[in-house]
């Protein structure tokens, strides 16, 4: 292959990471639907926590922040898959409120509050006190720290199989879905030498291979579906 076909590929394959990227983290964005659909059937948001969603949300809104073109241009495809996350979670999040004791209403508010305060203050922080490229290396390093921080939840899960030698709350699809997405943005960073993407997902595909390595180890053991899917959000 000639050189100018050598770059002219380029672009194609980084796009069509990114798209499917985008397009698989859609299929973890939905799935606690059928939590809050239950939640709404019974109008109580049982034994259920709102902390994952509060996290997810300030996770999406910082790596939407990293990928819009005042902090890091040429990666806009960040940007849509966090915009959509943020949506999704702040709708799971208010049905949550809605739905929610009192304590846990006023609760799950505050830290609503609280996460459009800290995001609020890395914006002005980002524009008033960083000009670029220290302001994508600011943001950069703020995305990772939050992706690592939500690695917390597939090892928990990770460790639970183990532990219980049962993949019934380890769903095949969302772990699979889970690797190829975090291939696809590990992929896309690639790309685009963006270390602020390859490397937290490349993390994150190694979390999803290691998902499936124990769903196929111990799936015998689970004898009904899982029913409180896993949710992750990536950048």
């Known amino acids: 292959m ?20 985008n397009l698989l983290a859609f299929v ?19 034994q259920f926590s ?17 990928g819009t073109p005042i902090v890091s241009p040429g990666i806009i495809l960040i940007a849509t898959v966090n915009s959509v996350g943020a949506i ?9 409120i809605t739905y929610a004791e009192k304590t846990k209403k006023v609760k ?23 000009e670029p490229p220290n302001r994508q290396l600011f943001i950069g390093y703020l995305s990772v720290f939050s992706l690592i921080s939500m690695f917390a939840s597939p090892l928990f899960i990770i460790n639970l199989v183990i532990k219980t030698k049962s993949v ?3 769903p095949f699809y969302l772990s699979l879905a889970t690797f190829l997405m975090s291939l696809s943005f590990f992929a896309y960073g690639m790309f685009k030498q963006d270390p602020f993407i390859s490397v937290p997902n490349g993390i994150g595909a190694i979390l999803g291979i290691i998902q499936l390595v124990l769903y196929f180890c111990y799936s015998r053991n ?11 959000s990536y950048a």
Do not use: D
């Open 222 to 232: 689970s004898g009904k579906e899982p029913r409180r899917p896993l949710l992750e």
């Open 88 to 96: 999704f979670q702040l709708i799971y999040i208010i049905v949550f």
């Open 168 to 170: 019934e709350y380890m």
């Open 50 to 66: 709102g902390l994952p969603y509060i996290y997810s949300l300030l996770n999406c809104l910082i790596c939407l922040w990293y």
């Open 108 to 130: 799950m508010l505050g830290l609503l509050l609280a996460v459009f305060a800290v995001f609020g203050a890395i914006v002005f922080l980002s524009i008033k006190v960083f």
């Open 2 to 21: 000639s050189e100018g076909g050598l770059f002219s590929t380029y672009p194609v394959c980084s796009s069509a990471a990114g798209i499917t990227g």
């Open 28 to 46: 973890l964005f939905v799935s606690p639907i059928p939590t809050f659909t239950r939640i709404i059937r019974s109008k109580s948001t049982e």
